[in-house]
């Protein structure tokens, strides 16, 4: 699958955008499949199995209701709505103003309505002994529309997982692209090919994520005794995936930090480009600082599976209580050690990026800008 991202995303941008589209409307009608399946099932006379509009339950005296006993479950539910920065990564590219906002509202929304309508099929379809597998999803299709539409549901669900990895590797690969192109990373990370696409980070990308897989997926669960290898799968799985939480919230700050920034230091360009009033950007950002703080803390106190531990202690932050243990050790020590790799990659990379570059060099450079514009 990880092979495959890379020769998708080597495409010409609007071929692999084309396919992505697809898979994207295709999701959609599954996530639709999903609320329909949910309406007909209640339609046909069966009683919810989950009634989402009993609001006694969302009291904050309610073991499921909003309160300080289950808050760590934010730090599982904000990954799905973590990422709104990964299309910057391709901003140059970009060749409409319009397009942004459009992304920015319209994406934001959709997502919003995705989660909710596949959310609220799972919990009227499903029972609640059931809903907590990854397969509910479809579950979902198969007993209100039947098997065959449950299916097919599955096979989408599936092609999507496949495509995000498309979409991850050819944005990400931006990055590694334009640090080659200021001298951060070696100048061949600024190639491109005939297709105005930057290949050589995109593989570079590639074979790093294939080599972390075959450690973490192939060979720990290999060697590491004691344990099933389905049992340590899911136990990287979920310790990676928290944090990557952790990155992203922290990354998403950086953004409302930068906002703010700008906002107090180049006044005139906000002035020129501004689409909102300065009063909603300091708003969304103190709500979105927050917001990710608690993200961080959540996803730290609360374990993502029964199969690591989190109670060697805690302490309270503000009535909230703060676990820590294996889980918490692992996810921040992950979370630590990519942070210093980043800080050790900047720093040799300034180091080599303020060096003078020769004169071919730089002209190669440039040219490599103006293909990258160009697509």
């Excluded at 399946?37 to 309610?62: C, E, K, M």
């Excluded at 495509?163 to 334009?178: D, G, H, M």
């Excluded at 990557?244 to 107090?264: E, M």
């Amino acid at each position: 699958m990880i092979v495959f991202s890379a020769v998708v995303a080597v495409l010409r941008f609007r071929v692999t955008q084309n396919v992505v589209n697809v898979v994207f409307v295709l999701y959609s009608l599954a996530i639709l499949a999903m609320f329909v399946a949910g309406v007909v099932y209640l339609v046909r006379g069966h009683h919810a199995a989950t009634d989402p509009w009993n609001f006694s339950q969302w009291a904050p005296s309610s073991a499921h209701g909003l309160n300080f006993t289950n808050w760590t479950f934010f730090g599982l539910v904000v990954l799905a709505l973590l990422g709104v920065e990964v299309p910057l990564n391709m901003g140059v590219e970009v060749r409409e103003q319009r397009s942004v906002t459009r992304y920015l509202m319209w994406g934001s929304l959709v997502v919003v309505i995705a989660y909710l309508l596949a959310t609220w099929g799972v919990m009227v379809t499903v029972p609640a002994s059931g809903a907590a597998s990854i397969t509910s999803v479809a579950s979902v299709v198969s007993i209100g529309l039947g098997s065959v539409a449950g299916k097919i549901t599955a096979l989408v669900l599936a092609l999507f997982f496949l495509f995000i990895t498309v979409v991850y590797n050819y944005s990400f690969a931006r990055l590694i692209f334009v640090s080659g192109l200021d001298r951060r990373l070696p100048k061949a990370m600024s190639h491109v090919n005939k297709a105005k696409v930057p290949d050589t980070a995109v593989w570079v990308q590639t074979v790093i994520a294939a080599l972390f897989t075959l450690v973490a997926f192939v060979i720990v669960p290999s060697v590491v005794g004691g344990k099933s290898s389905v049992n340590v799968q899911t136990e990287i799985y979920d310790v990676l995936q928290a944090a990557v939480t952790v990155i992203w919230c922290i990354s998403i700050v950086v953004l409302f930090v930068d906002i703010l920034i700008i906002l107090r230091r180049f006044q005139a360009q906000f002035q020129a480009r501004r689409i909102a009033h300065p009063a909603v950007f300091w708003a969304c950002s103190i709500i979105g600082g927050l917001a990710s703080f608690v993200g961080i803390i959540a996803t730290l106190s609360g374990s993502w599976t029964p199969l690591i531990s989190n109670s060697a202690g805690s302490f309270s932050i503000f009535g909230a209580v703060v676990s820590y243990g294996t889980w918490f050790w692992w996810v921040a020590g992950i979370t630590v050690a990519s942070l210093a790799v980043a800080v050790l990659l900047y720093l040799v990379g300034h180091r080599s990026g303020d060096r003078p570059a020769p004169v071919r060099a730089a002209a190669g450079g440039t040219a490599g800008a103006g293909e990258a514009a160009g697509a």
